[in-house]
């Protein structure tokens, strides 16, 4: 951990005593470690396998995958879609 912790008195206002902590602890899990993000993980937080381009449009599903053209963004979560048909559909058999 290479960053610079800096109190910015610039954003500061009357919070509840514990969101400090509550900051720190969230820029520890999800700025300082690798969680594992499965391709179903992705699917299923883009509104899961029935979800549409009109709701990863709404969730703004592009942003989460560092700005990709939106034609990349829908192809690769129709693939994802598929890739769990496929799947379900082998348990199935």
Same mark, same amino acid.
């Given at each position: 951990?290479?960053?610079?912790?800096?109190? #910015?008195?610039?954003?500061?206002?009357?919070?509840?005593?514990?969101?400090? +902590? $509550?900051?720190?602890? *969230? $820029?520890? !899990?999800?700025?300082? =470690?690798?969680?594992? *993000? =499965?391709? #179903?993980? !992705? +699917?299923?937080? $883009? /509104?899961?396998?029935? %979800?549409?381009?009109? #709701?990863? @449009?709404?969730?703004?599903? @592009? #942003?989460? !995958?560092? /700005?990709?053209? &939106?034609?990349?963004?829908?192809?690769?979560?129709?693939?994802?879609?598929? @890739?769990?048909?496929? *799947?379900? $559909? %082998?348990?199935? &058999?």
């Amino acid at each position: 951990m290479d960053a610079v912790w800096m109190i #910015d008195f610039a954003t500061s206002c009357d919070m509840p005593l514990c969101n400090d +902590l $509550a900051k720190l602890e *969230v $820029a520890l !899990l999800f700025e300082y =470690t690798i969680l594992p *993000v =499965t391709p #179903d993980m !992705l +699917l299923f937080f $883009a /509104g899961g396998p029935e %979800s549409t381009e009109a #709701d990863w @449009r709404k969730l703004n599903v @592009r #942003d989460w !995958l560092g /700005g990709v053209p &939106e034609e990349v963004m829908f192809n690769l979560l129709k693939e994802l879609q598929k @890739r769990y048909q496929e *799947v379900t $559909a %082998s348990w199935a &058999e």
